[in-house]
């Protein structure tokens, strides 16, 4: 019983080029629904080849293009929940469910590329795949850019006094892999008069602030002429109309070389699966921003896009206990960043490499 | 209630401190609106008066504990802040912004949820002190006429560090004529909500960099009301220097390692 | 029509040989499998298991894909004469250069692929379904010359070989353009995946202009040097004799290329040394270590002392007309090369982070199953290629229909008369090919 019926195995079959098989899949399927459950690797839709598709290939000896349709669509659809084919155990609905979702999520386009109603497919898919393994109700935002705002943000050297609220608050709000230990955000406690990244520490442990030493804190930039985009093959990270550097976590393919061009070291990449608590999950997301990850892709901050959008602080700036964040809209006039900017000695770093970030350090 | 609030600011940080603070919170917000403030209400009439817009009433009796928890935990935070205009200064561009405002109980106070992100402001908020021992039943008419003996009994938690520092004394900040209002040199006097006037007379450049933006902390949004913290959420008036803390745990710069 | 005997024939080479070739196809096999395990266990439990991490976000895979990209454009050093400038010493030796291309970049596309995080959205490079940004990333870039490099080493020696095997001899006027693009287009694929590097301003150990000159100077190091020894294995085994021209015209690249690296090495030591600023920090982490992190010292000293004593070994006229010498030499000069510019470039790239954070990489035993697993589906491509190539080349093995046209059509693809392709026979006569020249001897 599948909740969506248009999600059947023969629009998989269909959207892969393999329509000639369409038909015995179907037959497939309906055998294997009435099956009782089965445990091990390739019972079920799973269709890991050593289950009954197969055997009811052989008994039907098919004839060679057509075997070759299925075996395409078999390996497709077997790769497609490698991971998951491990454990395999009864193929419930619920599982049939996850299997279908999970495979429309892999042939879906590129989020810039997609109609409204591709995107509100996704991500009721993506919910719904979040109620179903692990009963988490999350709530995916696509809110666009507003218009005439470019986003800016100020750190205040003097005023930072490396309690690392920002950072614990970034972990909380952006759903970072806790078992990771992942952040965005790095703090580094600097000697008074050395601007040296290469000097500075940032795993202090002691009480701060510490005599004689000032805080620097780093994380992406949003740089106005971003590296990162520029290096990524296949479009998978771009810069959006207000400013922000995001990522399709979906249409990413783990290259890293994003990583490789960031000057600022702001990248992260999800070496295993990301571990993230369901009791401690934020569940306000944006699709471009704190949505769950998978492994194998890269992401990064986003200016807590899925608070931003919506006019309010990222997580970084409400949580500071110093006011050492300044964030806003560069393109307002009246805006406190455009304030900074006009009255404040600021800098930026690096600048030399032409990336114009949209982060800048200032000093009382 | 001294007790619970000690417990609620020590389990601030901790991982289980989110379900004992909503537990916490209800009780105390409970047992606030019934009996508590009402005092204190009375007592500062004069803040009543320059509220200049509807004051976010303390929520009616009976409201459930989910209720409170759920305001917590609510995205748009800032609905619940309660400001007052700022008198004297004007935001950049010009523009009206409002200061947030002491309250007496706990959950309209500022140490709260903001989304997922508790808002970790180093406040040192007399409000729960003030609601237990409302200043005027002590000081009472010309108030300041306490021995020395008993001012250090009555507030132990008050480092004099900046009078002492500044050679000024409580009557340099407080009316002695009702403490709850606060002296300017000139002699005019203003409410405690607005004490960032006062502050200005020394520190001008640090209040004009708040005004602007470039210094404190605004509240939830970076569009559209904008409510600021004042100086005394961070400063401790008394003591005006932050205090050194234990940070939150350091990054781990080596990855760690998951065994196949 | 002579297709399917051609591919028949092509398996039963491959698939046919003495005892020796067994062992060896099996231990290669032995050692795919092994990768084949730890790539799974990667599949399942993501990059994690390898040694990598968001400071050293490439490790031995990017590495061996540099160096490799090198062995496959270096396979042009000996297409460029035998094919353009008619130099008949290098004729025989040619097709195996191109199987030395092909493996290489089977290798290269397969490093690429085993490093990459999300491979079941590898599709998303394919022009039409995916989104390929070109020309902006040089990685897409890199898949295309790389694909493009592969397809016309393919086409290139499966025309002439075809032409042989049915009997014509190979057009002219077919390949020779193909040829011209090969040649440009091997120089592209390496000056590209230098520039991969070399553009990115967050690296400075990389980015410098010679990154590109110092990439063909290995690769036309590294590449001959391992074709020396090829066809000096290939000329001692088979009947299939390489003149002594050949080898001493590529010891004589190797020799000049070996040179002109160790000049750029120099300048680029120099250049980050002498005046210590931050560009020059992760070349104080490769070459001293930093603050007690020094995992990259030992190995790319014993690197520059490999290339310093081949290079200088084949600087002296007799020891490099020697093969006692030579081989060695070739040897220690492709292991250098490999240090120097596999871990040896991309690892100290990351090192410090440009944020100063200092992470070393060490990789783990999967990481390293899997890069020997791959080694091993090369050398396995480039022992099959070299296998069907050779009978071809030879003349030993042509179509069915070219011996009997009228009972082909007959037998039919059952590849009947096709196994007398063998090729060590001992003392057999050489059949067909040029007459040989003089043979490179041990002297």
């Known amino acids: 019983m599948m909740v969506d019926r248009e999600l059947t195995f023969e629009d998989v079959l269909r959207f892969v080029g393999a329509s000639a098989a369409a038909e015995h899949a179907r037959e497939q399927e309906a055998a294997l629904a009435s099956a009782p459950a089965k445990s091990g690797c390739g019972s079920g839709s799973c269709g890991c080849g050593n289950g009954n598709g197969n055997g009811t290939v052989l008994e039907k000896t098919v004839d060679r293009r057509r075997a070759l349709g299925m075996m395409f669509t078999s390996v497709a659809a077997g790769a497609q929940v490698a991971s998951a084919c491990s454990p395999l155990s009864a193929a419930t609905d619920e599982e049939k469910e996850i299997k279908l979702l999970q495979w429309r999520e892999t042939i879906k386009r590129h989020y810039r590329f997609m109609t409204d109603q591709e995107r509100a497919d996704t991500i009721n898919r993506l919910e719904r795949l979040a109620k179903l393994r692990r009963n988490l109700d999350i709530h995916i935002d696509s809110t666009p850019a507003q218009p005439n705002v470019e986003y800016g943000y100020a750190f205040n050297i003097s005023k930072c006094q490396g309690f690392r609220s920002c950072v614990d608050a970034c972990i909380n709000e952006n759903n970072l892999d806790r078992e990771a230990a992942t952040q965005y955000i790095r703090i580094f406690e600097m000697e008074d008069g050395v601007v040296d990244l290469d000097e500075a520490d940032a795993t202090f442990q002691h009480e701060v602030p510490a005599e004689g030493h000032f805080y620097f804190g780093t994380q992406c930039f949003q740089c106005a002429n971003p590296p990162c985009v520029k290096v990524c093959p296949v479009g998978a990270t771009w810069q959006e109309p207000d400013g922000i550097t995001v990522v399709d976590y979906d249409w990413c393919i783990g290259c890293r070389y994003c990583m490789a061009a960031c000057p600022y070291w702001a990248r992260r990449f999800n070496w295993s699966e990301p571990d993230v608590p369901a009791p401690v999950v934020n569940p306000n997301q944006h699709y471009l921003g704190n949505r769950a990850r998978k492994k194998g892709v890269v992401e990064k901050c986003t200016f807590c896009i899925q608070r931003t959008r919506k006019g309010r602080l990222p997580a970084c700036a409400e949580a500071c206990p110093t006011g050492a964040r300044v964030f806003g809209n560069l393109l307002d006039p009246n805006s406190e960043i455009r304030w900074v900017l006009e009255n404040k000695p600021v800098f930026r770093l690096k600048e030399d490499l032409k990336t114009e970030p949209r982060f800048w350090y200032f000093t009382d | 209630?001294?007790?619970?609030?000690?417990?609620?600011?020590?389990?601030?940080?901790?991982?289980?401190?989110?379900?004992?603070?909503?537990?916490?919170?209800?009780?105390?917000?409970?047992?606030?609106?019934?009996?508590?403030?009402?005092?204190?209400?009375?007592?500062?009439?004069?803040?009543?008066?320059?509220?200049?817009?509807?004051?976010?009433?303390?929520?009616?009796?009976?409201?459930?504990?989910?209720?409170?928890?759920?305001?917590?935990?609510?995205?748009?935070?800032?609905?619940?802040?309660?400001?007052?205009?700022?008198?004297?200064?004007?935001?950049?561009?010009?523009?009206?912004?409002?200061?947030?405002?002491?309250?007496?109980?706990?959950?309209?106070?500022?140490?709260?949820?903001?989304?997922?992100?508790?808002?970790?402001?180093?406040?040192?908020?007399?409000?729960?002190?003030?609601?237990?021992?409302?200043?005027?039943?002590?000081?009472?008419?010309?108030?300041?006429?306490?021995?020395?003996?008993?001012?250090?009994?009555?507030?132990?938690?008050?480092?004099?560090?900046?009078?002492?520092?500044?050679?000024?004394?409580?009557?340099?900040?407080?009316?002695?004529?009702?403490?709850?209002?606060?002296?300017?040199?000139?002699g005019q006097r203003t409410t405690i909500d607005h004490a960032y006037r006062l502050c200005a007379q020394c520190h001008n450049a640090q209040v004009t960099a708040w005004a602007a933006g470039a210094h404190g902390k605004r509240l939830d949004g970076w569009q559209g009301r904008r409510v600021v913290l004042g100086c005394a959420a961070c400063h401790d008036p008394h003591q005006p220097a932050l205090q050194k803390r234990t940070p939150f745990r350091a990054p781990q710069i080596e990855r760690k390692r998951r065994d196949p | 029509m002579h297709l399917k005997p051609f591919l028949l024939t092509a398996l039963d080479s491959a698939t046919n040989g003495g005892r020796r070739y067994h062992v060896w196809m099996g231990c290669l096999t032995l050692v795919m499998a092994l990768g084949g395990y730890g790539y799974f266990l990667q599949l399942r439990d993501g990059l994690g298991v390898t040694g990598m991490s968001d400071h050293v976000s490439w490790g031995l895979y990017i590495s061996n894909f540099t160096f490799l990209v090198g062995m496959a454009a270096a396979a042009m050093m000996l297409v460029l004469p035998a094919y353009v400038l008619h130099d008949v010493d290098f004729g025989r030796a040619v097709?195996?250069?191109?199987?030395?291309?092909?493996?290489?970049?089977?290798?290269?596309?397969?490093?690429?692929?085993?490093?990459?995080?999300?491979?079941?959205?590898?599709?998303?490079?394919?022009?039409?379904?995916?989104?390929?940004?070109?020309?902006?990333?040089?990685l897409a870039w890199d898949v295309i010359v790389l694909n493009g490099y592969l397809a016309i080493n393919l086409a290139i020696p499966f025309y002439i070989l075809y032409s042989r095997y049915t009997g014509r001899s190979p057009a002219k006027h077919k390949y020779l353009p193909w040829m011209y693009i090969a040649v440009m287009w091997a120089v592209s694929i390496h000056l590209v995946t230098a520039f991969l590097l070399a553009g990115l301003p967050a690296r400075p150990f990389w980015n410098t202009a010679l990154l590109g000159p110092r990439f063909l100077a290995t690769a036309f190091t590294a590449g001959p040097a391992f074709m020396i020894l090829l066809l000096w294995f290939i000329d001692r085994v088979t009947e299939y004799h390489i003149k002594e021209g050949a080898f001493t015209k590529l010891a004589l690249i190797v020799a000049i290329a070996a040179q002109v690296n160790f000049i750029m090495l120099v300048s680029e030591l120099f250049y980050k040394f002498y005046s210590p600023t931050h560009h020059g920090i992760n070349a104080r982490y490769l070459f001293f270590g930093l603050d007690g992190h020094n995992a990259l010292v030992p190995w790319i000293w014993t690197a520059i002392g490999l290339n310093a004593v081949a290079t200088v070994a084949l600087m002296i006229h007799p020891?490099?007309?020697?093969?006692?010498?030579?081989?060695?030499?070739?040897?220690?000069?492709?292991?250098?090369?490999?240090?120097?510019?596999?871990?040896?470039?991309?690892?100290?790239?990351?090192?410090?982070?440009?944020?100063?954070?200092?992470?070393?990489?060490?990789?783990?035993?999967?990481?390293?199953?899997?890069?020997?697993?791959?080694?091993?589906?090369?050398?396995?491509?480039?022992?099959?290629?070299?296998?069907?190539?050779?009978?071809?080349?030879?003349?030993?093995?042509?179509?069915?229909?070219?011996?009997?046209?009228?009972?082909?059509?007959?037998?039919?693809?059952?590849?009947?008369?096709?196994?007398?392709?063998?090729?060590?026979?001992?003392?057999?006569?050489?059949?067909?090919?040029?007459?040989?020249?003089?043979?490179?001897?041990?002297?």
Request: aromatic share 6%; charged share 15%.
């Open chain 2, 1 to 186: 209630m001294m007790l619970a609030y000690t417990l609620w600011s020590a389990t601030h940080r901790s991982k289980l401190a989110r379900a004992v603070r909503a537990v916490l919170l209800f009780s105390l917000a409970a047992t606030s609106w019934n009996c508590a403030p009402g005092d204190y209400e009375n007592a500062t009439d004069t803040r009543q008066a320059t509220d200049g817009r509807d004051s976010t009433a303390p929520p009616a009796t009976g409201q459930t504990a989910q209720d409170a928890a759920t305001a917590l935990l609510e995205p748009g935070a800032l609905k619940t802040v309660d400001g007052v205009v700022v008198e004297g200064r004007t935001g950049p561009g010009g523009r009206p912004f409002e200061v947030a405002r002491r309250t007496p109980d706990p959950p309209q106070g500022f140490s709260r949820q903001f989304g997922t992100i508790t808002l970790d402001i180093a406040l040192r908020t007399r409000t729960p002190d003030l609601s237990q021992y409302p200043c005027i039943s002590c000081h009472m008419g010309g108030a300041m006429r306490l021995s020395s003996q008993r001012v250090r009994d009555a507030h132990q938690n008050i480092q004099p560090v900046h009078p002492a520092e500044t050679g000024a004394t409580c009557r340099n900040c407080h009316a002695p004529e009702n403490v709850e209002l606060l002296a300017f040199q000139s």
């Open chain 3, 95 to 138: 097709l195996m250069a191109e199987a030395v291309a092909v493996a290489a970049l089977v290798m290269c596309l397969a490093f690429v692929v085993v490093d990459i995080g999300n491979p079941l959205a590898a599709w998303h490079l394919a022009p039409g379904i995916g989104l390929l940004n070109w020309p902006s990333s040089l």
């Open chain 3, 319 to 443: 020891m490099r007309r020697n093969p006692r010498w030579l081989m060695p030499a070739c040897a220690v000069l492709f292991i250098g090369i490999w240090i120097e510019k596999g871990m040896g470039l991309v690892i100290p790239g990351f090192i410090p982070s440009p944020l100063g954070e200092i992470v070393e990489y060490t990789p783990t035993w999967i990481e390293l199953s899997v890069t020997a697993g791959v080694w091993a589906m090369g050398l396995f491509v480039l022992t099959v290629l070299v296998r069907v190539a050779l009978p071809i080349e030879m003349g030993e093995v042509t179509s069915p229909y070219l011996r009997d046209p009228h009972t082909a059509a007959v037998v039919r693809p059952a590849g009947a008369g096709l196994r007398t392709g063998q090729i060590n026979r001992p003392g057999g006569k050489r059949p067909g090919g040029d007459e040989p020249g003089r043979r490179f001897r041990t002297r």
